[in-house]
């Protein structure tokens, strides 16, 4: 069984590499650890191989291969995987619609503000983390 407790792990989903490397340099700077993935198919590869969950999980939604709205389709079906907070990255301009029938955590418009998700991003592994410590007491 994978353990869902976070470490500050967080993931981000993007095929823009530019963006995808700005955002995770960003969060290591912010003590965080990150991994990332270019498009949907290749995260879920890496969720299903993973010792450990991410706190939150930052995604874009048009991608190649597999695409946001497909990811989080096959997020919510899985067991294991269902109960990570989703974060929407997008430069949508119907976000709203489009994000309508999916449950998501939270979602950000690029380009995408430092400071906001900062704030998100440490909101989801500070509650990652008393959960963690719930379990153990």
Do not use: W, Y
Request: hydrophobic content about 50%; overall charge negative; aromatic content about 2%.
């Amino acid at each position: 069984m994978i353990q869902s407790l976070c470490g500050a792990f967080v993931m981000v989903i993007d095929d823009d590499d530019d963006l995808r490397e700005t955002i995770m340099e960003v969060l290591q700077d912010n003590a965080h650890r990150v991994v990332g993935a270019c498009n949907g198919q290749e995260a879920l590869d890496l969720l299903h191989g993973a010792k450990r969950l991410p706190c939150v999980i930052l995604l874009d939604l048009m991608m190649p291969v597999m695409n946001g709205r497909q990811f989080r389709v096959a997020l919510m079906n899985d067991p294991e995987l269902s109960d990570i907070p989703v974060v929407i990255l997008s430069a949508h301009a119907n976000i709203d619609e489009v994000l309508d029938d999916l449950s998501v955590d939270a979602k950000l418009s690029k380009p995408v503000e430092i400071a906001p998700l900062l704030a998100l991003v440490n909101q989801h592994c500070s509650e990652a983390e008393a959960k963690e410590q719930a379990l153990t007491l």
